[in-house]
């Protein structure tokens, strides 16, 4: 007849034993089929030296049947071995100890110890280990069913009744296992640093520890950046056990451990000197218990000289490096209660789990963090950090990129002031939103911003555009639009290079989509471009905008911009039609048209609101190039000050008038040009057809001319030259009043 083998089913913290109901009143004494142990397994066997396979008896449902009392008596002897302890649970000598539980076993209320084994104690006459004591006030059937529901699970390891809603302790190896599995997808879904952290943190508190504290190299090496400064740690986080659970979740308020003991632990910084018993723990990686005497003198200079103290005693605290792949970038000290059972020895190996998953987690997050940080920086760059501020017109700009997570792209705007008032208007996009296309986009747009510096004609500066594509390779192709706005005028220069185009916003709220030739891609190669003018009254709004806006998966581009304009002409009815909407507002109302499934792509978007100059405001007039000429330009810069009401400056303007028409008169062989613009300043432009740009110089003593330019750039406001097609201009600014 085969011994009655009595087993111990392990229960998980987290989840009920499956094939035992709790309130049975067998409990955890279910007989168990032993398989036989394999051969070379380094699995300690249990129950005995020789294991036999199981009866078919055994495998049967009727295997499982309960241990009554007494039948260790009427059972065969069994060769026994002591089986292995279990994680905190001493070994238990063969036979028992006569007449009680062992040293370490506690027995509960109900006739059964605890301490490890469920089973209970051997009997007083030396029976079996792992059959029941028969409680003499037990009824002859077995427990009472009733005492044993109401009697709360005594812990395991202390004999004491678990408090309800406090975390029970992992009892074995599967529950660590569990543990470290869960805890570990928790801290890889984060995606930058604080998420790791925050990840580590919940994932430990409570079900492992009391409380953590996290403390973080400052400031955090990135790749192969060598770090430079002594090591500095600053406490990144800390997290404890909260003073009422969430009753909705399934849980209940726990106990909490004393404020003293854990809240008033940590110091917000501490600096690691080298050779200090800090720096040893640190460069020996592994977790320690801080009752070692490295770790309790590596703990005054972690925590402050006067917070040590605060830590509990035992191995209740373990401090554990994180390494990252190259260097230790901080550590992570876990703590627990003293109404909680200590830490054991296998608890090192999950600290130091949580503490290589977490520190990678932050080295990656770091790295990547830097390098989102790299091409935002460079996106940003490459786009106009702040619009400027052009005469007769009103700038305001939008981008979007496809994702967030990678904010590169190839769209691009930009605003360009010209000589006489004028600005030119850029929009493009490079095929593509990647580092590449940022790349090759920000060539593109130095280079228009050259060619606009030349005042050269749109549709030529589409063809230096497309030439310079080419140069960058083969396979490099864009959609440029380009504009210039002449505010004096009240007309739009527009050249196209297959772009989509652009929509104009009038006063009284019409919306019309403007007819301009389409034009091939720049990078195609040897196309003509070819520019159309139209009027731009006072009051419309132009606006440019990429193909991100337009069109998607869900519609195609011309359903798009019927689409945009229908909203532009939406918002100005609200206005009403002798008010525009407010430029800012109109661009955020045209990005309220995109839909879920709209963001395909970058989005680059310029709204410019076109007030021009009055005719009033302007003055012009034509100079031969002789000697008389400076004289009759004071007397007709005189006469406009007096009509516009401007007297206190007629001074100044006369003096420097004289000092530019007179450099422009010397060399000119064409008639020369003076305006005068009254916006919010007063400019005065002078043009020759001489392409050589006059260059500020000191005279000396002795020298005749060469002040001219001297006297202007001391009084005027601001002023420069710029190279025309024709020649150059000469311009100033002065303040009004």
């Known amino acids: 007849m085969d011994s009655t083998r009595v087993t111990e089913h392990p229960t998980s913290f987290d989840r009920p034993s499956t094939g035992a109901d709790p309130t049975d009143p067998r409990g955890a004494l279910l007989r168990t089929p032993v398989p036989p142990r394999a051969s070379g ?65 506690t027995p509960s209320a109900d006739g059964v110890s605890s301490g490890g084994v469920s089973a209970g104690s051997a009997s007083a006459g030396g029976g079996q280990a792992g059959l029941v004591r028969p409680d003499p006030g037990a009824p002859a059937g077995g427990p009472d069913p009733g005492r044993r529901a109401a009697s709360p699970d005594p812990d395991r390891r202390t004999g004491q009744p678990t408090a309800p809603g406090r975390p029970t ?6 529950d660590r296992l569990r543990f470290v599995g869960a805890a570990t997808r928790r801290i890889a879904r984060g995606m930058d640093l604080d998420e790791i952290v925050m990840g580590l943190c919940r994932a430990t508190v409570p079900t492992f520890a009391d409380a953590i504290l996290v403390y973080l190299r400052e400031p955090l090496p990135v790749g192969d950046e060598r770090p430079t400064g002594p090591l500095v740690l600053r406490l990144r986080r800390t997290d404890r056990i909260p003073a009422e659970r969430d ?17 008033t632990v940590g110091a917000e910084l501490c600096e690691v000197r080298p050779g200090s018993a800090l720096a040893e723990v640190l460069r020996g990686v592994r977790p320690v218990f801080t009752d070692t005497p490295a770790a309790r003198a590596a703990l005054p200079e972690l925590l402050g000289e006067d917070r040590d103290f605060a830590l509990p005693d035992g191995r209740r605290a373990i401090l554990a490096p994180l390494r990252g792949r190259r260097r230790v970038i901080g550590a992570a ?25 977490s520190a990678l987690g932050i080295d990656k997050a770091v790295l990547y963090g830097r390098e989102a940080y790299i091409a935002d920086e460079l996106q940003r760059t490459m786009l106009p950090e702040n619009l400027p ?30 000589p006489g008032s004028r600005v030119a208007l850029v929009v493009g996009d490079v095929m593509g939103h990647s580092m590449t296309s940022a790349a090759i986009m920000g060539q593109l747009r130095t280079t228009a911003q050259t060619l606009a510096g030349l005042d050269l004609p749109p549709q030529e500066v589409l063809h230096h555009l ?17 504009a210039v706005y002449d505010p004096v005028a009240h007309r739009i220069t527009v050249a196209n290079a297959g772009h989509p185009p652009p929509v104009l916003l009038h006063l009284g709220g019409h919306a019309e989509v403007l007819r301009v030739p389409a034009g091939a891609p720049i990078g195609v190669g040897g196309v003509d471009f070819e520019a159309v003018e139209l009027d731009a009254p006072a009051g419309a709004t132009l606006l440019l905008y990429t193909d991100g806006l337009v069109e998607s998966r869900l519609r195609d581009v011309w359903t798009g911009i019927e689409q945009l304009r229908e909203r532009l002409a939406a918002t100005a009815q609200l206005t009403g039609p002798d008010h525009p909407p407010p430029l800012e507002a109109l661009c955020d109302e045209v990005l309220d048209m995109l839909g879920p499934g709209d963001r395909d792509d970058d989005i680059a978007l310029l709204a410019a609101r076109f007030d021009g100059i009055a005719p009033s405001d302007v003055s012009y007039w034509f100079l031969d190039p002789e000697d008389a000429a400076p004289g009759k330009a004071r007397r007709l810069a005189r006469r406009a000050l007096a009509r516009w009401g401007m007297e206190d400056l007629t001074d100044a303007v006369e003096l420097l008038v004289s000092e530019v028409v007179t450099n422009a008169v010397r060399y000119a062989s064409k008639p020369v040009t003076l305006r005068l613009l009254r916006t919010d300043v007063l400019r005065c432009e002078v043009g020759d057809d001489v392409p ?14 060469g002040r001219g330019l001297y006297l202007v750039n001391r009084l005027a406001r601001r002023w420069g030259a710029t190279r025309l097609s024709t020649g150059k201009v000469v311009w100033f600014e002065l303040n009004r009043g």
Request: glycine share 12%; hydrophobic share 30%.
């Open 41 to 105: 397994s380094g699995l300690p066997a249990q129950g005995g030296a020789d294991q036999t396979p199981p009866t078919a008896g055994e495998d049967s449902p009727g295997a499982f049947e309960h241990s009554q009392p007494g039948a260790e008596q009427a059972a065969e002897p069994d060769t026994h071995r002591p089986r292995p302890a279990s994680e905190g649970v001493p070994a238990q000598p063969d036979g028992g100890q006569p007449g009680g539980a062992p040293p370490d076993v």
């Open 169 to 174: 302790p992992m009892r074995r190896d599967g």
């Open 247 to 263: 009753t909705e979740g399934g849980f209940t308020p726990a106990p909490q451990p004393e404020p003293s003991e854990l809240e």
């Open 333 to 357: 000290l876990f703590l627990r209660g003293p109404e909680r059972i200590a830490f054991e020895a296998d608890d090192l190996l999950v600290a130091a789990q949580l503490a290589t998953h």
């Open 389 to 418: 501020r052009c005469t007769g017109v009103r700038l305001a700009s939008r981008y979007l990129p496809a994702a967030e997570t990678a904010r590169v792209g190839g769209d691009w705007y930009d605003a360009i002031p010209l």
């Open 466 to 482: 497309d030439e310079q594509a080419q140069r960058l390779g083969t396979d490099r192709m864009a959609t440029c639009l380009y």
């Open 692 to 705: 050589q740009l006059p260059r500020l110089r000191q005279a000396r003593a002795t020298d005749e001319g």
